[in-house]
């Protein structure tokens, strides 16, 4: 799917805060986790305030790119691996640590970094049903053709009336 979906998900910077709130009150209870892996750069926002609510200061990045243009998902690249000192922790494939992203969609990111750390605990703040069943935990599910837009990508716009024909 992509931004010409037929249906669209508007996300607000506060919408945004809560569901990652929510989501780390899901966390707090899955744990425990002694580090957090970012999938970026979506993974970024959430694990900062994952990272707050849990107390969680050990933060790594895992790179992946898969979205080239905003119409095609283009070959997943992953730009940066995972450090050593992170793949070392618990009993080395992902016990104990928390893999954070905004969403999944065709679950295609998520399986990539799964590969990496089998027993990690996967988090994404949306899921999409083809995505669902890479994640244990998210916190709001919409359909396969809805596309997220997210409060980093988006800016104040003017919005016609709902109803045609109206002034404006
Ligand atoms: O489940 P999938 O179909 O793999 O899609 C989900 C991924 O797509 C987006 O990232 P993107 O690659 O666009 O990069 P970005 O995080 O840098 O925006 C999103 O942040 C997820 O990481
Ligand atoms: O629905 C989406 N929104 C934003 N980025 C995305 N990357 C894959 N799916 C989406
Ligand atoms: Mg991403």
Redesign the pocket.
Known sequence: MSPTSPKAFPVSWDQFHRDCRALAWRLASAGPFEAIVC?????LVPAAIVARELDLRLIESVC????HDYKN?GD?QVLKDIAPSIKAVGDGQGKGVLVI??????????KIVRDMLPNAHFAAVYA?P??RP?IDTFVTEVSQDTWIYFPWDMGLAYQAPIREGSAG
Do not use: N
């Open positions: 999938i970026t750069r979506g993974g992946i790119a898969s979205y998902q997943l992203d905004d969403l999944t969609d065709t679950g295609k990111t998520a999409k083809a995505g890479l």
